[in-house]
């Protein structure tokens, strides 16, 4: 467990030095869904590992299904929306110049 909170700090740090780099500002609702997207990306990875090491057949199919492709659509959009808010911002700032 230590190591995967040492990860995952790691990767947050990681994506915060990247924003501040890039000059991307993200919402608040931003993170709320990027965070209940990882959290439930890492719900599904334990829960997966648990049952394929149970050797139950379908179960970890049912997890991957259920709980992984919402996690994925969660981080998704997550990430999208910032880059989407600024790609349309610089849209606006080419079209006041050329007006």
Do not use: C
């Amino acid at each position: 467990m230590f190591l995967a909170g040492m990860l995952v700090g790691m990767a947050v740090l990681g994506l915060v030095i990247y924003l501040n780099y890039k000059q991307l500002d993200v919402r608040w609702y931003e993170w709320l869904i990027g965070v209940l997207g990882f959290g439930l990306l890492l719900f599904t990875l334990q829960n997966v590992t648990a049952a394929a090491s149970e050797y139950w057949e379908v179960a970890p199919l049912v997890f991957l299904w259920v709980f992984g492709v919402p996690a994925l659509i969660l981080l998704a959009v997550s990430v999208i929306l910032p880059f989407f808010r600024h790609w349309r911002r610089k849209q606006a700032s080419r079209k006041e110049i050329q007006a």
